[in-house]
């Protein structure tokens, strides 16, 4: 026997609760009797699955009453029924009947939300999201705990120090972004300048692109340096664009995805301090795969080719990396740290935190003002941190077990096993015939697309869409005719 349990109110006074088999015909409780006054809010809890909504005989009380359990009820079978296919379909009509006829809801329930979350099970090649370890998922699958537990902050201390390893850096003003990659790109733009201030982007593939935009949004004087998709930029043509222009900021990516390049770094940051101004980093698509030390100059050894072998076949790096001090990084937690999309992380140094915390306006966003989230991140020095937002618990978790993973590995070994991986692909990639979209190996290793286009249609005779030729490959691309064009197996 099915039960559904009626709690009465009236006027939010609560009256009685009274349970009721279902099917069965209920006349309105003894304790309805005693109230004068109309109406009722009614709450139900179903004891049992149920498909069979209970029935009203009544008085005074009939219409609402009858309305609210039966349209309530119908749902709340409707939701046990997902668990029980068979059962669902053969009462699905009814159901639906029921629904639109007794509901107050008019929207109905989404049939699509009726059946089960489907999520393949997928080899991802492409720049991002990157496959993730089960030992990360199993984190981020945790029990949630609230933002500001005690735990949680322990979590985002351990966080904090994770990114401080990644980075190489020992700045203080190190937190995450509750968001993805953009979260960082602005948060770094709308801290460090204010409206009216000039900017000074490289633009040579769409993050450049995408920087200089967010800054004009917010009123920056923005001015770029372009260069052909996957081009460099001389440290003479910098400084003299930085002479010129007299930036606050001068942005440069470091592994730009959607050309493939690694753009070397080295004297770049002197550059910047010389003219008093920040030198700003975006390491999305090349943290963790390859060499960055955000605190000093320093030449690796030798040149350091690395491909990343998680991202697709048409974006391979080789890099070779000298690093002068950065000023502000970022990254994002879904391509070589291997977690989830969703968090990223950013460090800021002296010089940064100088400037952006000497503003004369606030920054254009509440949520991404680093005056609040130095605090929420314990990073101002504060005996309280203070809510600020609802940080994302399960993200955190994730990336906290990513960082594990990288600190348990150690750098260098992560740094070693993407240069092996990217010789193995490379190798694979001349053997297959291919062209380096970008020919120095110091560089670029991205395979020209049309020879790629065509080497697959050759490989795989038939073709699915205009540039895939099989179901075994991703083409992921930015750049000309393949910008935005995403196709999945
Ligand atoms: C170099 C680079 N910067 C920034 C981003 C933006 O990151 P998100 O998509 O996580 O916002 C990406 C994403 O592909 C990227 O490759």
Same mark, same amino acid.
């Given at each position: 026997?099915? /039960?559904?349990?009626?709690?009465?109110?009236?006027?939010?006074?609560?009256?009685?609760?009274?349970?009721?088999?279902?099917?069965?015909?209920?006349?309105?409780?003894?304790?309805?009797?005693?109230?004068?006054?109309?109406?009722?809010?009614?709450?139900?809890?179903?004891?049992?699955?149920?498909?069979?909504?209970?029935?009203?005989?009544?008085?005074?009380?009939?219409?609402?009453?009858?309305?609210?359990?039966?349209?309530?009820?119908?749902?709340?079978?409707?939701?046990?029924?997902?668990?029980?296919?068979?059962?669902?379909?053969?009462?699905?009509?009814?159901?639906?009947?029921?629904?639109?006829?007794?509901?107050?809801?008019? %929207?109905?329930?989404?049939?699509?939300?009726?059946?089960?979350?489907?999520?393949?099970?997928?080899?991802?090649?492409?720049?991002?999201?990157?496959?993730?370890?089960?030992?990360?998922?199993?984190?981020?699958?945790?029990?949630?705990?609230?933002?500001?537990?005690?735990?949680? /902050?322990?979590?985002?201390?351990? $966080?904090?120090?994770?990114?401080?390893?990644?980075?190489?850096?020992?700045?203080?003003?190190?937190?995450?972004?509750?968001?993805? &990659?953009?979260?960082?790109?602005?948060?770094?733009?709308?801290?460090?300048?204010?409206?009216?201030?000039?900017?000074?982007?490289?633009?040579?593939?769409?993050?450049?692109?995408?920087?200089?935009?967010?800054?004009?949004?917010?009123?920056?004087?923005?001015?770029?340096? %372009?260069?052909?998709?996957?081009?460099?930029?001389?440290?003479?043509?910098?400084?003299?664009?930085?002479?010129?222009?007299?930036?606050?900021?001068?942005?440069?990516?470091?592994?730009?995805?959607?050309?493939?390049?690694?753009?070397?770094?080295?004297?770049?940051?002197?550059?910047?301090?010389?003219?008093?101004?920040?030198?700003? %980093?975006?390491?999305?698509?090349?943290?963790?795969?390859?060499?960055?030390?955000?605190?000093?100059?320093?030449?690796?050894?030798?040149?350091?080719?690395?491909?990343?072998? /998680?991202?697709?076949?048409?974006?391979?790096?080789?890099?070779?990396?000298?690093?002068?001090? $950065?000023?502000?990084?970022?990254?994002?937690?879904?391509?070589?740290?291997?977690?989830?999309?969703?968090?990223?992380?950013?460090?800021?140094?002296?010089?940064?935190?100088?400037?952006?915390?000497?503003?004369?306006?606030?920054?254009?966003?509440?949520?991404?003002?680093?005056?609040?989230?130095?605090?929420?991140?314990?990073?101002?020095?504060?005996?309280?941190?203070?809510?600020?937002?609802? &940080?994302?618990?399960?993200?955190?978790?994730?990336?906290?077990?990513?960082?594990? $993973?990288?600190?348990?590995?150690?750098?260098?070994?992560?740094?070693?096993?993407?240069?092996?991986?990217? &010789?193995?692909?490379?190798? &694979?990639?001349?053997?297959?015939?291919?062209?380096?979209?970008?020919?120095?190996? %110091?560089?670029?290793?991205?395979?020209?697309?049309?020879?790629?286009?065509?080497?697959?249609?050759?490989?795989?005779?038939?073709?699915?869409?205009?540039?895939?030729?099989?179901?075994?490959?991703?083409?992921?691309?930015?750049?000309?005719?393949?910008?935005?064009?995403?196709?999945?197996?």
């Amino acid at each position: 026997m099915i /039960y559904v349990t009626v709690s009465y109110t009236c006027h939010y006074q609560p009256l009685c609760q009274v349970t009721h088999k279902c099917g069965q015909q209920v006349k309105d409780p003894v304790c309805l009797k005693s109230s004068t006054k109309h109406p009722f809010r009614l709450s139900l809890s179903v004891c049992q699955r149920d498909l069979t909504p209970c029935r009203f005989l009544g008085n005074r009380t009939q219409a609402v009453m009858q309305r609210a359990l039966i349209g309530r009820s119908a749902l709340l079978a409707q939701q046990a029924a997902v668990l029980d296919a068979p059962l669902f379909s053969r009462n699905a009509p009814v159901l639906q009947r029921l629904d639109r006829s007794m509901s107050s809801v008019t %929207v109905p329930p989404p049939a699509c939300l009726l059946r089960p979350l489907e999520a393949p099970l997928r080899y991802l090649f492409g720049p991002g999201p990157s496959n993730v370890p089960p030992r990360v998922l199993a984190a981020g699958g945790r029990p949630i705990i609230g933002h500001l537990h005690p735990e949680m /902050y322990g979590i985002m201390n351990d $966080i904090k120090k994770g990114i401080q390893y990644a980075f190489q850096t020992e700045n203080k003003m190190t937190i995450s972004m509750s968001g993805s &990659g953009h979260a960082a790109m602005e948060c770094a733009v709308f801290n460090a300048v204010e409206p009216g201030e000039s900017v000074l982007v490289a633009v040579n593939g769409i993050w450049g692109e995408r920087v200089a935009e967010i800054a004009e949004r917010m009123g920056a004087n923005v001015h770029k340096m %372009v260069k052909a998709p996957g081009g460099y930029f001389t440290n003479k043509e910098i400084e003299q664009a930085v002479e010129k222009h007299k930036p606050v900021l001068f942005f440069l990516t470091h592994g730009e995805s959607s050309a493939g390049l690694c753009h070397p770094m080295d004297g770049i940051g002197d550059i910047c301090r010389k003219h008093n101004c920040l030198f700003l %980093v975006d390491t999305v698509a090349s943290l963790g795969a390859a060499p960055i030390y955000m605190d000093k100059q320093s030449k690796t050894p030798d040149n350091f080719p690395v491909l990343l072998l /998680y991202t697709n076949l048409c974006e391979v790096f080789s890099v070779s990396c000298c690093f002068p001090g $950065i000023d502000i990084l970022y990254t994002g937690s879904q391509k070589a740290l291997n977690a989830p999309p969703g968090t990223a992380p950013i460090s800021f140094n002296e010089r940064a935190c100088q400037k952006m915390f000497n503003r004369k306006t606030k920054p254009v966003s509440y949520l991404f003002d680093m005056t609040h989230l130095s605090n929420y991140w314990g990073c101002d020095g504060k005996p309280a941190r203070a809510y600020h937002h609802t &940080g994302p618990v399960s993200g955190f978790f994730a990336l906290r077990e990513s960082l594990a $993973i990288l600190a348990e590995t150690g750098l260098e070994e992560s740094w070693r096993k993407h240069k092996e991986v990217s &010789g193995y692909l490379q190798r &694979g990639l001349e053997d297959l015939g291919l062209k380096l979209f970008i020919p120095e190996r %110091v560089s670029i290793t991205s395979p020209q697309i049309n020879d790629f286009i065509e080497k697959k249609i050759e490989i795989q005779g038939q073709a699915n869409c205009k540039y895939c030729a099989s179901r075994d490959f991703h083409i992921a691309g930015f750049e000309t005719s393949l910008r935005n064009h995403h196709c999945y197996p």
